[in-house]
């Protein structure tokens, strides 16, 4: 199979005008590995796609889902591969764009369990135990099960000790053995993965803050009461970083000045995670650039990155 490129990197580093003009060059389609983008009616906030930027070229995995809706990484993971699977039958290049890193994970390396996206009952059954018994029991449980896992996670961490517990309960491993089998297979994907990265950290905060700043100009706030009404803010999409706080807003917790600052520090935040999460991965060509650097400077660095990863025209 054709090796994939991989664009990926913090909220607003420039991923989705690199990932275009390469599409271009390369005769390539975009896969969207974003954990929001993939709801409906979520545009502004989630800072997808839109008509313009994409000059043309086809994104796939953005509204699949209506918001609210359960969607793992399992599950992005079968999807997006069938779409890799489509591109590249149709005689094109594939390019993965987004900063989820897990998501991206699921896509290049495969999904960690068979039968992942099947719910068996497992979960609900140690969410409604945990809620009754309390974190330290749970936690206790857990190590004595899987002792490197427990001593790893806190009792108050309900969603990681949950899920640690389901993996040895539904599948008879626990999660350190899986871990250790899954990081020694091969990659279901030859990918050359590039991190777009500022070189100053700076650059980056203040491209976060003019993005924001174009959100409210762009009607994040409509957009999220349209939401709201339509009773569309629920699950994981109520969580996403941009609605939960322009809601704060909305009910009267704060100004809408208040609520803009918040919604920048919590971005913010967020890019310093997945900066953390990349920064963790093995095979990543960091491609840093300086205020001084033009698009056309990047567009360079990574070609020839790709060059010479034996991506050729």
């Known amino acids: 199979m054709n090796k994939v490129i991989v664009i990926c990197g913090a909220t607003a580093s ?19 590995a974003d954990s929001m983008q993939i709801y409906k009616y ?17 994104h796939h995995m953005l509204d699949i889902v209506m918001p609210g809706e359960v969607y793992s990484a399992a599950r ?7 779409c890799v699977k489509d591109i590249i039958s149709r005689g094109k290049n594939v390019i993965i764009c987004g900063g989820t890193g897990l998501y991206i994970n699921a896509l290049i390396r495969g999904n960690e369990f068979p039968g ?12 409604a135990r945990y809620d009754v018994i309390g974190g330290e029991a749970m ?14 996670l806190h009792p108050n961490d309900k969603k990681r000790i949950i899920r640690a517990l389901e993996v040895f309960y539904d599948y008879g491993v626990t999660l350190t053995e899986h ?16 991190c777009l990265n500022p070189v100053s950290r700076d650059v980056l905060y203040d ?26 803010l629920a699950g994981t999409a109520a969580q996403a970083i941009g609605y939960k706080e322009v809601l704060g807003y909305i009910n009267g917790e704060m100004s809408i000045q208040e609520a803009t600052n918040l919604l920048k520090q919590k971005t ?20 840093e650039y300086s205020p001084e650097d033009t698009f056309d400077d990047i567009m360079q660095k990574a070609t020839e990155i790709l060059v010479f990863d034996g991506i050729k025209l």
Not at 46 to 58: M, Y
Not at 139 to 144: C, I, T, V
Not at 179 to 194: G, P
Request: no cysteine; aromatic share 6%.
């Open 14 to 32: 420039g991923k989705t005008g690199l990932s275009v003009e390469l599409a271009k060059k390369y005769n390539a389609e975009i896969v969207s």
């Open 42 to 58: 979520m545009d502004i906030g989630t800072a997808k796609v839109t008509e313009e930027e994409a000059q043309g070229i086809r």
């Open 76 to 82: 992005y993971g079968d999807e997006a591969y069938e």
């Open 116 to 127: 992942q996206n099947m719910e068996t009952g497992t979960r609900k059954k140690l969410e």
């Open 139 to 152: 936690h206790a449980e857990l190590l004595a099960i899987d002792p490197e896992s427990g001593e790893r």
């Open 179 to 194: 871990n250790k089998i899954h990081k020694s297979k091969a990659d279901r994907l030859d990918s050359v993965q590039i």
């Open 207 to 232: 491209r976060i803050n003019r993005r924001v700043d174009i959100m409210f100009e762009q009607g994040l706030l409509e957009e999220t009461k349209k939401l709201l009404e339509n009773g569309m």
């Open 268 to 287: 913010r935040n967020y890019a310093k995670r997945q900066l953390t999460w990349f920064r963790s991965q093995q095979n990543i060509n960091w491609l």
